[in-house]
């Protein structure tokens, strides 16, 4: 690779420079490699500050753009500009717009912190960590807190980053902070987050005082239980007793009344198959924990089945249409079934907020299965954008249904429905299993 100054490189030769380093063999002492891993880690901190310039370079140059259409409203292109950096950094749509906006605050706002981070004294994350800590700050008083902060960089870990940094946001800004502390309170809220393992985190923004009281009550109960021979953990207890408080219902013995869509094979819930089944939007249980909950809400009479058709090849729902112009009532619900209920951009993890025509309505798109997605908000709203187009492929009738399109700078989309849970056999007979619901199961219809 010929020598090159920082300002002519360009794609091609990155590409290349991304070629020599993914085919590093490691040589010589333990010393050596140490050596090495530092090196690259610094080339790491370069790379990141490279994407930084070039980030916020081009969303610069995005936004000069006339991207207007006459007679129609046109999202914010922040949108726009941001499911593109998503695209092209393999992150999803907010991500990308986020990560613009922090480019711009490190380049414009954070001049010592950048540079650090060119040299090698910061990783891209804790960068970004001080961007984001002083977002609610002027620019001018962002400038004052990096040289304030900047001497104490290097060396600091994550949690004494931020807490450095907040020191001094706090010293600068007081009135701003003191301000924006009393916001924060106005705005508790209750969060939730799926984890990887078939459970969920539930985060609720408190008052430091109420948060006191809540974990009082949550201690008391786990000293109770304890004391009268619970079985049950402190952090079980904890857990029961902030659910049942909440909704009435006791965890560890009543079935939800709740609707909760559950797609498994018949042959994993009542054969001996183990793929497992997938709950709408949030993600797969394993087949044994499946039946053990079907079981529950159908002894209940809280149960009902829905038997859904599918491909025999890879799990594809079989399409639906209607007259409507809205998806709405069965065909919404096919089209969260078929998508998993998340959001059809490619990187996104957003749930589906919208159903959309991937041929829009306007331009004569029908309302069927095949010509409708999954969307978030976001998405769909960036979707909208000038330049931006979307289409469904000519593909085999057995096939997942794919939407592919093309982003307003020549990014490259295709997002394929995920396959529907269950076992690879997809006949339309009725299988012994399945003869076995009527007689085995109480099931309320």
């Known amino acids: 690779m010929k020598p090159q100054t920082a300002s002519t490189w360009q794609a091609d030769d990155l ?15 333990p010393s050596d490699h140490l050596d090495q891993l530092e090196a690259l880690q610094r080339v790491k901190s370069a790379v990141a500050t490279a994407q930084v310039a070039v980030t916020a370079t081009f969303a610069d140059a995005a936004d000069t753009e006339d991207a207007r259409v006459d007679g129609r409203r046109t999202p914010p292109r922040a949108m726009s500009i941001g499911a593109e950096v998503g695209l092209a950094t393999l992150a999803s749509p907010h991500t990308g717009e986020q990560r613009v906006l922090l480019s711009r605050r490190l380049r414009d706002d954070l001049p010592h912190t950048l540079a650090a981070l060119a040299r090698g004294e910061l990783t891209e994350d804790r960068a970004y960590a001080v961007a984001r800590e002083v977002a609610h700050l002027t620019p001018d008083q962002r400038r004052q807190v990096d040289e304030d902060v900047e001497p104490r960089l290097p060396g600091l870990g994550d949690v004494r980053l931020r807490e450095t ?10 009135e701003t902070e003191t301000r924006r502390y009393r916001r924060a309170r106005a705005d508790r809220r209750v969060t939730s987050r799926q984890l990887d393992d078939g459970t969920c985190q539930l985060t609720a923004i ?126 919404a619900e096919f089209i969260e079934l078929r998508d998993g209920g998340i959001c059809r951009t490619p990187g996104c993890n957003a749930l589906i907020r919208h159903h959309d025509h991937v041929q829009p309505a306007k331009e004569h798109g029908r309302t069927t299965a095949g010509n409708g997605q999954g969307l978030c908000e976001r998405c769909n709203y960036a979707k909208e954008s000038p330049g931006w187009t979307s289409w469904v492929p000519d593909l085999p009738p057995d096939a997942r249904h794919e939407v592919h399109g093309v982003t307003e700078h020549l990014r490259i989309l295709r997002s394929t429905a995920p396959p529907l849970a269950g076992g690879p056999a997809g006949a339309i007979e009725y299988s012994p299993y399945e003869l076995r619901v009527a007689s085995d199961f109480t099931l309320a219809t």
């Not at 590409?15 to 002492?29: E, F, K, Y």
């Not at 940094?165 to 007081?174: D, E």
């Not at 000293?223 to 079980?236: I, L, S, V």
């Open 15 to 29: 590409h290349a420079l991304a070629d020599l380093l993914s085919g590093l063999t490691p040589t010589g002492l």
């Open 165 to 174: 940094v907040r020191r001094s946001c706090l010293r600068i800004a007081s």
């Open 206 to 331: 408190l008052p430091l005082e109420v948060l006191a009281a809540v974990r009082a009550a949550l201690d008391a109960a786990a000293t109770t239980a304890r004391a009268e021979g619970d079985p049950r953990t402190g952090g079980q207890v904890r857990a029961d007793t902030l659910a049942t408080r909440i909704t009435g219902l006791d965890p560890a013995s009543d079935a939800p009344a709740v609707r909760v869509n559950l797609v498994i094979g018949v042959e994993s819930l009542f054969g001996d198959g183990t793929e497992p089944g997938l709950i709408t939007g949030l993600g797969f249980l394993p087949a044994a924990l499946c039946t053990d909950l079907v079981r529950r809400a159908s002894q209940a009479a809280k149960a009902t089945l829905r038997r859904l058709f599918v491909t025999p090849s890879d799990r594809g729902l079989i399409a639906m249409e209607s007259a409507s112009r809205r998806f709405d009532g069965l065909l």
